[in-house]
């Protein structure tokens, strides 16, 4: 079956950095998605990783390691109008291919 | 314009009634997929269609059905609705066959549905 952990809440303080960790265990693994989900609104795409390691995008960074079923999206330089879910979701390449967790809701504060 | 549309956006309607959701795109992918989302749920996958002759079930599809009647259009349908139908629904698209595919999803705006 397919499993994806992440924290269900977090704050964080605008201009800072946060890290939303994910941990997932399916059964095969193509790749490494992350959304952002404003309130009400729909999800909409940030990054896919395919391989280990890091890759930037401006403000936000994905990080991917497959050996231990671990990612992270890293969001420097907080603004408030990040404050939304991020969901982690893993495309595990089977016939119904990706899997959302249940998401992160960032509250970025003042 | 939107490449991913949903209609309606809003509907509350009464036990036992048939409901139809549409979904339309102007992406050109061939995949299409109806999600329903609950709080403290995520995102769970109900209907997928890969191409327009291909229907699958998926993750929670009981009660529902639905219909491809066009690469471009993909219908969700509740027969007879029931209150625990209750929840804010999404199409999704992707493409499975451009060069650099990653079938990364593209969502439309979401039908909030309640169910009295």
């Known amino acids: 079956g397919q499993n994806i952990d992440q924290p269900t809440e977090m704050t964080a303080t605008e201009g800072a950095i946060v890290q939303i960790n994910c941990t997932y265990q399916t059964s095969g693994f193509n790749g490494l998605f992350w959304y952002q989900q404003h309130a009400g609104e729909a999800p909409t795409f940030l990054s896919y990783n395919v391989l280990d390691g890091l890759e930037e995008k401006g403000r936000f960074s994905s990080f991917l390691s497959r050996s231990k079923g671990y990612s992270y999206l890293l969001l420097k330089e907080l603004q408030m109008k990040d404050s939304a879910s991020y969901l982690c979701?893993?495309?595990?390449?089977?016939?119904?291919?990706?899997?959302f967790g249940i998401g992160t809701k960032l509250q970025v504060i003042p | 314009d939107a490449d991913v549309t949903q209609t309606p956006r809003n509907r509350i309607t009464k036990t036992g009634k048939r409901i139809m959701l549409e979904c339309s795109q102007t992406?050109?992918?061939?995949?299409m997929y109806w999600y329903r989302q609950d709080p403290g749920l995520g995102l769970r996958l109900i209907y997928y269609s890969f191409d327009v002759k291909d229907i699958n079930k998926g993750e929670i599809s009981d009660g529902y059905s639905v219909s491809r009647q066009a690469q471009a259009k993909f219908s969700l349908s509740l027969e007879s609705a029931i209150p625990n139908q209750t929840a804010l629904y999404f199409c999704?698209?992707?493409?499975?066959?451009?060069?650099?595919?990653?079938?990364?999803?593209?969502f439309g705006p979401g039908t909030r549905l309640t169910v009295l």
């Open positions: 992406k050109g992918h061939d995949r």
């Open positions: 979701a893993a495309d595990s390449g089977g016939y119904q291919k990706v899997t």
């Open positions: 999704a698209t992707s493409d499975s066959l451009g060069a650099g595919a990653t079938d990364t999803q593209y």
